[in-house]
């Protein structure tokens, strides 16, 4: 992972070794190896999140440098654990990430079809939208009444309206705050 300086062009390593692997808890970002990384997101504390879509995982970069597995810590890639511990529950293949209003993150559970809401404070994770695992186009009411195929990206806007990028049913949903 690279962040460049737009008022001085430098680029600077923020995170991987340029090897494949799994990075070990506590290891500084810069020396440990990274599978699939897919979006990164700084944090309210400007710290980085990092979604790890071959590794099925959501990662963390504090800010003295160390890398830190936040959701599935078992790397399998699966559905589980919506109102429980992060490290304990599966994602498959997540794909963006974005802040919600609160500074929580919003990861695009991809072949989920599914939104998740990963809370910082608490360390658990939530169904933020779709009806996982399973795709499908039915418009509901709500958020998770509402089926998503491949969601690609989440925003919330000034207002606090949810917008979803629902890739695989060619639309862009809004849910109002």
Do not use: C, M
């Not at 700084?42 to 830190?68: F, M, N, P, T, V």
């Amino acid at each position: 992972i690279l962040e460049i300086d737009l008022a001085t062009l430098e680029v600077t390593t923020v995170a991987g070794n340029g090897k494949r692997g799994i990075p070990k808890d506590g290891t500084p970002a810069t020396k440990a190896p990274l599978i699939g990384p897919r979006a990164a997101a700084y944090g309210a504390d400007g710290s980085i999140y990092l979604a790890s879509r071959e590794g099925h995982a959501l990662r963390h970069i504090d800010k003295q440098g160390r890398i830190h597995t936040l959701v599935n810590s078992s790397g399998q890639k699966g559905y589980s654990g919506d109102n429980g511990p992060g490290t304990a529950a599966q994602l498959d293949g997540p794909k963006h990430l974005a802040l919600d209003p609160d500074g929580n993150i919003v990861i695009s559970d991809d072949n989920n079809h599914a939104l998740r809401l990963y809370k910082v404070k608490e360390k658990t994770i939530h169904l933020l939208s779709g009806t996982p695992p399973k795709s499908g186009k039915t418009l509901g009411k709500t958020p998770t009444t509402t089926a998503i195929n491949r969601p690609h990206g989440a925003r919330y806007d000034a207002k606090g309206a949810l917008w979803v990028v629902d890739s695989f049913n060619h639309r862009l949903l809004q849910f109002s705050k």
